[in-house]
């Protein structure tokens, strides 16, 4: 079936070190990909997103590209801040028409940025 | 600003006493979603509704059902919550339902089932 793997957190770093947090995902077509982000108490955010292979969604520092030859969709940032002290979260969507909004998630990555 | 906006942020309950929980929406979107997130874990969809048209998840207990009145406003109702249902809900929206659809969260509704 359709899935979405992260990697297992939590992921602990020092203010201004560089993240990569590894998706890959499983699915029988061609689906569109997220990064969604929950500050603590909070719903959730979208962060990027990327629709076909070889795109690269971006915003606030944070990139993605869809890889399609290898079912990834890593999130990367250059240099971190304590406030993105989050829950990072992988997912997909658009496998089925009429169900375009209705995401797969990853479980989700703890990140913890120290100062 | 267009928003998602819940109410309220936290709600207790008793075990087994109805409680319902609000969503509205100033985006004028078509579809509104409920999820339940219990703690590490990512968000379930419950259902959905495109319109007025009312869209439940296979494997949804029946303890849970919803209401939208008008496009601005969806209730997630639990009719006889269970120390189990203690979570967070969220609602979020999209345009349409498509291929490719963006969802707007909420922040969330957290449930304590006592």
């Known amino acids: 079936g359709n899935s979405v793997t992260q990697m297992e957190g939590p992921v602990t770093l020092s203010e201004e070190a560089f993240l990569t947090i590894n998706c890959t995902y499983t699915a029988t077509g061609y689906p569109s990909l997220f990064w969604y982000v929950q500050y603590p108490g909070e719903g959730l955010q979208l962060l990027l997103k990327a629709t076909k292979a070889d795109d690269k969604g971006s915003n606030k520092g944070f990139e993605a590209t869809y890889r399609k030859e290898t079912t990834s969709f890593h999130l990367e940032k250059g240099s971190v801040q304590v406030s993105d002290s989050a829950v990072y979260f992988c997912a997909l969507s658009g496998l089925v028409y009429n169900q375009g909004g209705k995401l797969i998630f990853g479980q989700g990555t703890e990140l913890s940025v120290k100062p | 600003d267009a928003m998602v906006i819940q109410n309220p942020r936290y709600q207790v309950t008793q075990f087994g006493k109805p409680v319902t929980l609000s969503c509205s929406q100033t985006l004028n979107h078509n579809v509104m979603y409920w999820y339940q997130q219990k703690s590490s874990q990512a968000p379930k969809l419950l259902f959905h509704?495109?319109?007025?048209?009312?869209?439940n998840e296979a494997d949804t207990p029946d303890n849970f059902q919803s209401r939208r009145p008008n496009t601005s406003f969806c209730f997630l109702d639990i009719r006889s919550p269970g120390l189990g249902d203690a979570a967070m809900y969220l609602c979020?929206?999209?345009?349409?339902?498509?291929?490719?659809?963006?969802?707007?969260f909420g922040p969330g509704t957290r449930l304590l089932v006592l």
């Open positions: 509704y495109y319109d007025k048209d009312f869209n």
């Open positions: 979020a929206t999209s345009s349409d339902t498509g291929f490719v659809e963006t969802q707007y």
